[in-house]
């Protein structure tokens, strides 16, 4: 009984806007999302026109129907408007003091300054230290300042001063001018604009007329980001060997300590592990120091979990991560990342459930572009997590970089990098290796075609702790051949500028015997789809301890057409590439410890690609080509249609020989404020539901929902389900929640923040 009583009682909470805001944005309406979200809102209204402020300096224009003076004061009756540099009144009766200049109106009252309309029965308005202070009683009240869509609402008594405004038997709202969804009705409301805060006593917000959350003080921030309750998360999930389905609750505090630190702190509910505790802090350490860099930061993050439930263990989460521009040359990176154990994610976060390992790191670069040179030190350790395998890591690596290119002569290019591997499973070979490369290349002087020499020598030296120390020397050479032309034309009615390179390239490294060395970090390119890119390039394999012996001729087609007024960060309108390569050997080195070589074709398959990106519409197909089978083996297609973020589609099919994935994510607009989303990852040729997605939002101009629903496979022959949901009264609470992270996650493509 009781237990039912809490989930219900939670569930009632989450309905809630929040408790204090942490951001006041809402006020503005952004368009950035959704263009049709500002169209279709109401056009900006105001209690009554915006009157223009007089010109005269430091005099009262004054209109009336009949005037008299009397005892020093003037008496106007009759449509009297009375104006002057900072302030309007407008009412049927005014009272004006010839000594103290103070004003007293009545009937149908009109009252603007600088930044808010009243209307009222009732006003008075005289200067209290140098300052104007303006009464009112029975009034309606907006803040219009900036033109935004401002506070707004009914009070009995508004008293407003240059700094404040007070408010008695109040509503308050950020809602269009009579389209108030949410308010908070409260006894008193304190708006202190040099604070930036705004503070109700007995407050209860109500949401259409509804009650929904009642506290003896409210308090939230007026604009911009200030400390307060953000929207509550809400979610229920299947908890293995439960039969009833469980559910959690997370309530976060934001904390702006100061222009350069925050904090965030949350306590989260699950009923089937109890209380977990949050905090997150970020400090800016000192601003970008030039465009091309970002600022220096740094934060930590915990989650606690002192006693779950079910296991009786102490659950945790710690990441820390760090980034510092120590000059416009030295940059330092750091991060930790740990939980307190394999299976905190699936059971605790029920998030990245397909990670396999946490990356620690600490990393210190050097770069100087102008003397071409950059150094690197590297450390990593990882955490295997999930059902995650042990990988190695780099327990320390130290990297040189250094182009030599003096008065115009042969560029020379030397690489030099040492790396201690370590491995967490004792039988697994471990040690350093140095790996230098000294590279040479010069186009020739001749105009046409490019033709670019290269030559290179690698020097490898392994110090393994099992076994004896393993040298090995590789001498590569090369030849680049030109035939690019360019031409400017017109597609699809745009000017392009299009590109044709034929490409002739020839590689050529002597056999060397590899299978006694260690494979590290090596990885076959050839084991997924072949690119483009991995036969241009005349390396087989990724990493150091494998190098491809060549003697090979590889034939490229590129044919690009791109806008010529496009941007640096424009994709091409089209492009279409192919290739394929021509051994003379018939044995490649083996990326399979203890094997030497193994054999091959004497030509490669056909890498062929093909993307577009016109308007809306974009394509891209990847394929590769067995000529012995005459068929494609493999091939990876997406069309994507994206008007928006909140009105896309894109379908994805992935064929790697043994395995089909189809992935099928989108948004659609049902009407002008409610839109579902929804995403799909399905392999095809086992039936296997990877992740499904499916859920609705509502955003109207002052308050939105969201609801939605998760499928995940839980490698264990069956699934994971859970529900999400989140309420925003805009102004009174903004999205920034575990929620939405994981819709973004699952739907690439989608914006998730709510309004």
């Known amino acids: 009984m009781a237990a039912n009583y809490m989930k219900k009682y939670l569930i009632f909470l989450v309905l809630i806007a929040s408790h204090n805001s942490a951001s006041a944005n809402g006020v503005n309406l952004s368009c950035a999302l959704d263009q049709n979200l500002c169209d279709r809102c109401p056009e900006y209204q105001t209690i009554f026109p915006v009157e223009k402020f007089s010109e005269n300096t430091g005099a009262l224009d004054i209109e009336a129907d009949e005037s008299e003076i009397n005892e020093g004061k003037y008496l106007l009756s009759g449509n009297v408007q009375v104006n002057s540099q900072n302030l309007f009144l407008s009412a049927n009766d005014v009272e004006v003091s010839s000594t103290d200049s103070s004003i007293l109106a009545t009937g149908n009252v009109k009252f603007q300054d600088e930044s808010y309309l009243i209307t009222s029965d009732f006003l008075s308005a005289a200067r209290e230290d140098d300052n104007l202070v303006a009464t009112a009683t029975n009034a309606n009240y907006q803040d219009y300042s900036a033109g935004l869509r401002g506070a707004n609402g009914y009070t009995e008594v508004i008293k407003k001063t240059p700094s404040t405004v007070l408010l008695t038997n109040s509503t308050y709202s950020l809602c269009p001018v009579n389209q108030n969804d949410w308010l908070i009705d409260a006894d008193q409301i304190e708006l202190n604009l040099e604070k930036n805060r705004g503070v109700a006593d007995n407050a209860t917000v109500k949401f259409y007329g509804v009650p929904i959350f009642y506290t003896p003080k409210y308090s939230w921030v007026l604009s911009g980001r200030g400390s307060g309750f953000l929207t509550p998360d809400y979610s229920t999930y299947n908890e293995t060997g439960q039969s009833e389905d469980s559910y959690s609750l997370r309530v976060p505090y934001y904390f702006n300590l100061a222009p350069d630190r925050d904090l965030l702190l949350a306590l989260s509910y699950m009923s089937s592990r109890r209380f977990i505790y949050e905090g997150k802090y970020r400090q800016l350490i000192a601003p970008k120091i030039s465009p091309e860099h970002d600022d220096s930061i740094y934060s930590i993050e915990v989650k606690y979990l002192p006693e779950d439930k079910i296991t009786g263990l102490k659950r945790w989460l710690v990441n820390f991560e760090e980034e510092i521009d120590l000059s416009e040359k030295i940059h330092i990176s750091a991060n930790y990342y740990r939980v307190s154990d394999s299976k905190y994610f699936s059971e605790i976060a029920r998030t990245n459930t397909d990670v396999k390992t946490l990356n620690s790191s600490l990393k210190y670069t050097y770069k100087d572009n102008d003397e071409s040179l950059l150094v690197s ?89 099992n076994n004896p120390n393993i040298n090995r020397t590789i001498f590569g050479s090369g030849l680049d051949i030109d035939f690019s032309t360019n031409k400017n034309t017109s597609l699809f009615g745009y000017k392009v500028n299009h590109k044709v390179s034929p490409i002739i390239t020839y590689n050529y490294r002597a056999k060397k015997v590899q299978g006694n060395i260690p494979i590290f970090d090596s990885t076959d390119k050839y084991d997924d789809i072949i690119s483009f890119a991995d036969l241009t390039s005349g390396e087989r394999y990724t990493g150091l301890d494998r190098i491809t012996n060549a003697n090979d001729i590889t034939l490229s087609l590129e044919s690009t057409y791109r806008k010529i007024d496009a941007l640096d960060d424009d994709k091409d309108l089209l492009s279409m590439k192919i290739a394929q390569t021509y051994f003379t050997d018939d044995e490649v080195v083996s990326n399979t410890a203890s094997t030497n070589y193994e054999t091959r074709k004497s030509y490669s398959d056909i890498a062929a690609s093909i993307d577009m990106a016109v308007n809306n519409f974009s394509l891209s197909s990847a394929a590769q080509f067995n000529p012995d089978k005459s068929k494609i083996v493999k091939r990876e297609n997406t069309i994507t249609y994206s008007p928006s973020s909140r009105q896309f589609v894109s379908l994805s099919f992935i064929d790697e020989g043994t395995k089909e994935t189809e992935k099928v994510y989108g948004a659609y607009p049902i009407t002008d404020s409610v839109h579902i989303f929804g995403g799909l990852d399905k392999t095809t040729s086992t039936g296997i539901t990877n992740a499904e997605t499916t859920g609705i939002a509502y955003e109207s101009c002052c308050w939105a929902f969201r609801l939605a629903h998760f499928k995940e496979d839980n490698a264990s022959g069956g699934y994971n389900y859970s529900t999400g949901m989140e309420l925003v009264l805009t102004g009174l609470g903004s999205t920034s929640s575990p929620l939405r992270d994981k819709i973004e996650n699952r739907i690439p493509g989608y914006s998730a923040k709510l309004r």
């Open 377 to 465: 030190l590297l450390t990593e350790d990882e955490q295997v997590v999930n059902a995650g395998t042990p990988e190695y890591t780099r327990a320390l690596e130290g990297s040189v970089s250094k182009t030599l290119d003096s008065n115009g002569k042969i560029p020379v290019q030397l690489d030099l990098v040492s790396t201690r591997f370590a491995h967490e499973t004792a039988s697994k070979e471990s040690g350093t290796r140095t790996h230098g490369n000294i590279g040479i290349s010069r186009k020739l002087n001749i105009q046409y075609p490019q033709v670019t020499p290269r030559a290179s020598v690698a020097i490898t030296n392994y110090s393994l702790k």
